[in-house]
């Protein structure tokens, strides 16, 4: 699992520090500058999954000034605004560059991890049926975002072993973890598109990076961490059609 990295710009360091210690309890990391300059150096050194702005920096709205250059340069990292000014003027310049969202300052906690999260998810573009919720997850081409209590943790998808279907709900069995998301395995095959997944019974979806041992009469597989996972007969018969090595 990897903690969603997050850029911070902030100028006032006891506000710096509000923020800081709220979003690094719940899996973010935490990058944080005090003006453009070195947001700007770090935006094009790092990854981030989201940037949070304030607006106001050494008594300029800096923030601002950053967003159009995100938006001119087509840097595709979402962007929030928080910031104490309350002004409609400031708001309507604001809203030009299409931040996510505005929140004031003082800020209330669950609505800042909240806001984040619809960020997120609207970026991902991911459709309402699979919102975040309790069990549910964002699915990216490199990275699940998974929910888990009020934070989101973010799951690289080369570290999936395997992904079980149960009743409702696809168990993603990971290396650093299991995580439960309301989608069918057939939802989440078509969302991971890799080559690297395949379906080896209609309950299973491995990575077949993980397999390190197939016994074909048996119908089984041994993955790594020992797990075993059924080869069914149509699958296999696929599988062995793919790979020349087996026929």
Do not use: W
């Not at 962007?79 to 409609?88: A, G, P, R, Y």
């Not at 709900?169 to 057939?186: M, P, R």
Request: with cysteine; net charge neutral.
């Amino acid at each position: 699992m990897n903690n969603l990295r997050l850029l911070l710009l902030e100028d006032l360091k006891d506000e710096a520090t509000d923020v800081i210690d709220l979003l690094e309890d719940n899996n973010y990391e935490v990058i944080h500058v005090k003006n453009v300059a070195e947001a700007e150096k770090e935006i094009k050194n790092r990854f981030f999954d989201i940037i949070l702005l304030d607006i106001m920096i050494d008594g300029k709205p800096e923030g601002i000034s950053l967003a159009h250059r995100l938006n001119k340069q087509n840097i595709e990292i979402p962007f929030l605004f928080l910031t104490s000014m309350q002004s409609k003027v400031v708001f309507d310049e604001a809203k030009l560059t299409k931040p996510y969202t505005y929140l004031l300052k003082p800020f209330n906690k669950l609505e800042l991890l909240y806001s984040l999260e619809l960020a997120l998810e609207k970026f991902h573009q991911q459709a309402s049926s699979i919102s975040l919720s309790e069990k549910n997850a964002i699915v990216s081409p490199s990275f699940l975002f998974v929910k888990k209590k009020r934070s989101i943790m973010k799951v690289d998808t080369s570290s999936i072993i395997y992904v079980e279907v149960k009743e409702k709900y696809c168990k993603l069995v990971c290396d650093e973890g299991d995580y439960l998301i309301k989608l069918s395995l057939t939802k989440v095959k078509e969302l991971l598109c890799d080559a690297d997944f395949i379906q080896t019974h209609r309950n299973y979806l491995l990575n077949k990076k993980k397999i390190k041992e197939i016994y074909f009469e048996d119908n089984l597989l041994i993955l790594q961490n020992n797990y075993k996972i059924l080869f069914s007969e149509r699958f296999k018969n696929q599988f062995i059609k793919n790979n020349t090595i087996f026929r």
